[in-house]
């Protein structure tokens, strides 16, 4: 199986970097972990136990973050007489026809990019796709599943693995009908009707023919257990490797910047006495929980203080009580926090002494604790974050760099352009401080102090102690 | 206005902005005396004194913003205290060669205005002793007089963070350290901390005190006829407590 980890495949979302463009061509190369979904496809008949095998797939794999995607979200929007066919049960919805492959191969192709894609809702009731959508992001692994789920070859080349999944013809239909009456609100009637009409003729001609191009025919479905097994340890297997690759990438990025000076636009805070005398407070495995939290909150504010150097500002004359005038300046725009769960929470406090009502996003990255790889498992961001002057990304503290870059990039692939990025953290190693400016050079990095290399993350443990 | 001399502009913002890039707005007029730390001119700095200066600024976000700049003063006045070297074991076990703090301290605010400073100073100095002293103008001669003082018993064993926001003549101020001295606090081991000076009062005070240390946010252009700093920022115990 070729590996499809194009190191600079990414592609800025619509109108988000159009300052980044021009320097691509400086930037070290980096694809994040989830640049590069792995997507298994899976046809066969109707009722042959696609979506169990799917669910089963998911629960075997026992990861975070893999999606199913249906291929019923992709029917096309039926006009007026096709949809009064569809209510006597006479259209045909198992023709390649009914989908609309060109958007299936947009989204995609989207997710494949690492992007977030939206993913229409169809309604089998009305037989009309829904206003609303369902945002997919950055999964590790994407499930297609549905009838034609190898059959355009668009899609195929988008595929890591591609399965057909085989059942004899009563145990379809039995199950097909059993399906449409409770979850499609249809009656037993017209599901037999268009059995005969469509269903089987169809399969016949578009998805039988779909086997030539699997990799794995499974066989009586989720009773198959070896074949289960089977799938399970190729995904594993391929998302091994795909982490083998993105820590390399990682060390790559490392080497390339040992012996170089710290970006100009990572600002380290001065080691004042007080600053000193603080960091050593905090450091002490016998500092009190009370005054372990006191001391990292005002040293937190002084973070974000500092941080908000970095924020565009405008000129703006001020008349004062009295009644002169003065030259002073007020920030360009609003001002908005993430904070990277659940290190950044410890700098929140920090945050509201200097902006009380600061909207903030959350996300949480944890590291995977077999393969060290951060993994994005929770998301929520201001709507309009993107309109933002400046946004404060916090963490606690920063070592490799791999969960700060990932971060960043959600952000960038939510339209933050990179140069209104502010990190925000209390430690950080200088590689970790190289590969992210490396990576991503307009970004503004505030840190309290610099520690020689790799450290657990202590700090959110002492703080909320636990 | 003879003593109001034109404020000095700068174009502000981090090193690695091209000129062109940062904005231009008035900053501190610069001192000559070593003792007086004018805190850096920042571009949040100046904001934060753009919003206490304009007469049109609410007293919520007066008071929330006028904190924000005592914590830096704060901060920054802390750092003349005394620390020596000390080493501790951190949570993952490696040692950390760090500075432990030195010496008792305790604020001694002027009334009314200077009490305003001490929530920022609880902020960075948890349960700290802080006494107080009254001083108003004499109607009828016009020089200042003490009316009253509330300080800690052992104030002359401690480092002591005077605090007043407005430094115009410098008259109060230095009735309050001669107060303090009185007490047996010696020069070197007080900080005055405050907001926003005009160059007479910190010229006045520096020269009384050659060996006080002064940590200032912003030195005015000067004083009006009514010894008002200009452009200064109003009346700061009124904007903060009762208008």
């Not at chain 1, 066919?85 to 009914?98: G, I, M, N, V, W």
């Not at chain 1, 009309?128 to 994407?142: D, F, K, M, Q, W």
């Not at chain 1, 060290?372 to 498992?377: A, F, I, K, M, S």
């Not at chain 2, 050659?210 to 010894?227: C, I, M």
Request: one cysteine or more; proline letters at 5%.
């Amino acid at each position: 199986m070729p590996s499809s980890m194009a190191a600079d495949s990414r592609t800025p979302v619509n109108g988000a970097a159009s300052e980044t463009d021009g320097t691509i061509a400086t930037r070290a190369h980096y694809a994040p972990p989830w640049a590069d979904v792995s997507i298994i496809g899976i046809a066969g008949s109707s009722g042959s136990g696609k979506s169990t095998l799917s669910h089963a797939i998911v629960n075997k794999l026992n990861l975070p973050w893999v999606v199913i995607l249906s291929m019923d979200s992709f029917y096309k929007s039926l006009d007026e007489e096709s949809s009064r066919k569809a209510f006597r049960s006479e259209y045909d919805f198992d023709a390649p026809d009914a989908i609309d492959f060109d958007v299936l191969v947009d989204r995609l192709r989207d997710l494949k990019a690492g992007k977030r894609a939206e993913i229409p809702v169809y309604s089998f009731e009305k037989h009309a796709r829904l206003e609303r959508t369902t945002s997919i992001y950055s999964p590790h692994v994407l499930i297609l599943e549905g009838i034609f789920a190898l059959y355009d070859p668009r899609v195929l080349d988008l595929l890591d693995m591609k399965i057909f999944c085989e059942a004899d013809g009563d145990t379809c239909l039995s199950r097909r009908i059993l399906r449409d009456q409770r979850d499609r609100g249809r009656d037993i009637e017209g599901i037999i009707k268009q059995w005969f009409a469509f269903v089987k003729p169809n399969f016949e001609k578009y998805v039988d023919p779909q086997r030539k191009v699997a990799d794995i025919i499974v066989p009586r479905g989720v009773e198959n257990h070896v074949a289960m097994s089977m799938v399970v340890q190729f995904i594993q297997q391929k998302l091994l490797e795909k982490s083998t690759h993105h820590r390399a990438a990682l060390t790559r990025l490392e080497l390339e910047v040992q012996s170089e000076r710290l970006s100009p636009r990572v600002t380290i805070m001065n080691q004042t006495s007080q600053m000193q005398g603080m960091n050593t407070i905090i450091h002490d495995i016998d500092t009190s929980s009370e005054d372990f939290i006191f001391y990292f909150d005002r040293l937190s504010a002084l973070l974000v203080e500092q941080a908000l150097n970095n924020i565009p500002f405008v000129p703006v004359e001020i008349t004062t009580p009295q009644a002169c005038t003065y030259a002073g300046l007020r920030p360009r725009g609003e001002v908005s926090a993430v904070i990277v769960l659940r290190g950044g929470a410890t700098l929140e406090a920090g945050l509201h002494r200097c902006i009380t009502d600061c909207k903030t996003g959350r996300m949480l990255i944890q590291s995977n604790v077999r393969t060290g790889e951060p993994e994005l498992h929770y998301l929520v961001l201001p709507p309009d974050i993107h309109r933002h002057e400046a946004v404060l990304l916090l963490d606690a503290q920063m070592s490799s760099g791999g969960s700060a870059l990932m971060a960043v990039q959600v952000l960038v692939d939510h339209g933050v352009r990179v140069d209104r990025i502010v990190l925000v953290t209390y430690s950080a190693g200088r590689m970790g401080l190289h590969r992210l400016t490396k990576v991503f050079p307009d970004i503004s990095v505030v840190v309290g102090q610099v520690v020689p290399d790799i450290e657990e993350r202590w700090v959110e443990k002492k703080y909320f102690r636990c | 206005m003879s003593n109001v001399k034109p404020a000095p502009t700068q174009c502000l913002g981090p090193v690695y902005r091209s000129e062109s890039q940062k904005p231009t707005a008035a900053v501190s007029t610069g001192v000559e005396f070593d003792t007086v730390t004018i805190l850096p001119q920042t571009p949040q700095l100046i904001a934060l004194l753009s919003i206490i200066r304009d007469k049109s600024t609410q007293r919520g976000d007066f008071i929330f913003y006028s904190n924000r700049i005592i914590r830096l003063l704060v901060e920054e006045g802390l750092n003349h205290l005394p620390t020596v070297e000390h080493t501790v074991t951190t949570p993952v076990g490696r040692p950390y060669d760090g500075l432990s703090f030195q010496g008792k301290i305790c604020g001694v605010s002027i009334m009314r205005a200077g009490e305003a400073m001490e929530q920022g100073l609880r902020e960075c100095c948890r349960s700290v002793r802080i006494g107080k002293i009254l001083i108003q103008r004499d109607e009828e001669s016009a020089q200042p007089k003490l009316f009253y003082d509330k300080l800690p018993e052992d104030i002359a064993d401690r480092w002591v963070l005077l605090l007043d926001p407005m430094l115009a003549t410098g008259g109060s101020a230095i009735m309050a350290v001669d107060v303090l001295k009185a007490r047996g606090v010696p020069e070197e081991r007080i900080l005055f901390l405050n907001v926003l000076a005009s160059p007479q009062g910190i010229q006045n005070f520096a020269t009384k005190f050659p060996k006080l240390r002064v940590v200032t946010a912003f030195v005015d252009q000067g004083l009006d006829e009514k010894n008002y700093i200009i452009p200064g920022l109003g009346d700061f115990g009124d904007r903060y407590y009762t208008m």
